[in-house]
């Protein structure tokens, strides 16, 4: 006799295991090792890496413009989703498969792209310069770049809930005198915030790791325009293994810190929410 419960997913314990191991060959076997090379270092040893004022500054720089650059696409990328989900115009379609150029674009080639425009000699940089905005080689030029990788996660993850928000519900409200703004955070927002958070980590989290459009419209100045990134690039070209694997823990640390708190604040805004519509 076999007292086996019939499973409902045919094959779950294969796609299981599956799915198991590539998870812990991709992702957690490398972050292990990381953390396994960073523990042969001495408590001195890390402290002064991971507090070295340049190390600081590129902290600085990272989190600071990738969350920037996040809050940006949060407005701006929902305002483009809105356009392309609520209304019809000429080029619709251009401007919505544009949407996705970064994804196809090589990192580098965004970064070289963003300098010939932004430079002081540049398209738009030229007209910025007798304003006294310098974009290329300073933080500013940090944050577009970030931006423009960062802006297809959030309208990709908005467009699908702001399609799904009921259009006789805003009707309703309207017909009973309820303004635009009310009727903007009764009914649209409690249906597109979820969505707006979760594009909100994705390019955050994109955003943090950037390398390639970055270092070339940076400039890469120490202590005002390098990001850690490239300073663990440059402790592996100095053969600082151990020194790159502290700041890489540092950054996995921090990273996984602040996408925890986003999260948490997602899933109790979910639930605020759930309970204020019963």
Not at 189 to 204: R, S
Not at 253 to 274: C, D, E, G, P, Y
């Amino acid at each position: 006799m076999s007292f086996r419960q019939p499973s409902i997913l045919p094959g779950f314990g294969l796609t299981l295991g599956f799915s198991t191991f590539f998870l812990s060959a991709i992702v957690l076997v490398p972050l292990a090792a990381l953390v396994m090379k960073t523990a042969t270092m001495g408590w001195s040893d890390f402290w002064r890496v991971a507090t070295d004022a340049r190390a600081l500054a590129s902290y600085r720089l990272s989190f600071g413009a990738s969350m920037l650059a996040a809050t940006l696409n949060s407005v701006f990328g929902f305002i483009i989703a809105w356009t392309l989900v609520r209304y019809e115009f000429p080029g619709r379609k251009l401007i919505d498969s544009l949407i996705d150029m970064p994804f196809a674009l090589p990192t580098a080639v965004s970064g070289i792209a963003l300098t010939a425009v932004f430079a002081e000699n540049g398209w738009i940089g030229q007209y910025l310069a007798p304003l006294g905005i310098k974009v290329a080689y300073t933080w500013i030029g940090v944050v577009v770049a970030l931006t423009l990788i960062g802006l297809p996660f959030v309208v990709r993850s908005v467009q699908p809930a702001i399609a799904e928000v009921q259009r006789d519900l805003e009707d309703a409200a309207e017909t009973l005198g309820a303004g635009r703004f009310t009727i903007f955070r009764r009914i649209v927002l409690p249906t597109v915030f979820p969505a707006l958070a979760t594009g909100f980590t994705l390019a955050f989290a994109r955003a943090v790791g950037e390398y390639g459009s970055v270092i070339f419209i940076a400039g890469n100045l120490p202590m005002r325009t390098e990001i850690t990134p490239l300073l663990i690039v440059i402790k592996l070209e100095q053969f600082d293994y151990k020194g790159a694997a502290a700041l890489g823990f540092i950054m996995l640390t921090m990273s996984f810190v602040m996408l925890l708190s986003i999260n948490l604040l997602q899933a109790w805004s979910r639930r605020r929410m759930v309970a204020a519509g019963r």
